[in-house]
């Protein structure tokens, strides 16, 4: 969130009332945050349509759903139960860099830096890593040049960047 109020990554913000906000929805690209009282939203249908319609005008495919608070997310699942959705845990760390050990690579993998070929590869648009966002990554690729894993930094903002990390199925478990 710090990122979309410092002006350093696009996004929207939706509240159920302007002056006096019980409940928000926080569009970031492809991800939505939804924070405070469900029961403060008056009009469901068109919370439940929210992705449809963003995806109508930005031509993504689909949308991550992220509760803010834990209590929010079986409200979700009611709201989003035709849609097919993939529950993800969130996790917050602090990273203490004298204290991270290094553990290097099982053996026919190589790291990378994040760049356009590897971008285009996880489909991100060219918006999503201009400079002024801050966002940077690494990646992990076979021996075929394929993503095996990935970590970027989706939002700098605010004295924090959010990390996304994710190790694609056929990788797991490889050492």
């Not at 410092?6 to 006096?20: A, C, I, Y």
């Amino acid at each position: 969130m710090h990122a979309v109020f410092s002006g350093r990554t696009p996004g929207m913000v939706f509240v159920d009332h302007l002056e006096r906000p019980r409940a928000a929805i926080l569009v970031l690209e492809d991800m939505l945050f939804f924070a405070g009282d469900p029961a403060a939203w008056t009009d469901i249908g068109a919370i439940r349509n929210l992705p449809a319609h963003l995806a109508s005008q930005s031509g993504i495919q689909y949308f991550e759903l992220h509760p803010v608070q834990s209590a929010l997310a079986p409200w979700l699942d009611a709201l989003f139960a035709p849609a097919v959705l993939v529950r993800r845990v969130r996790l917050t760390f602090s990273l203490q860099q004298h204290l991270a050990p290094v553990h290097p690579l099982a053996d026919g993998y190589r790291l990378w830096t994040m760049d356009a070929a590897v971008q285009a590869k996880l489909r991100m648009g060219e918006r999503f890593w201009e400079a002024e966002t801050g966002r940077f990554g690494m990646a992990a690729l076979d021996q075929n040049d394929a993503i095996a894993a990935h970590c970027f930094a989706v939002f700098v903002g605010g004295g924090m960047a959010e990390v996304s990390i994710e190790t694609e199925e056929a990788h797991r478990r490889k050492g």
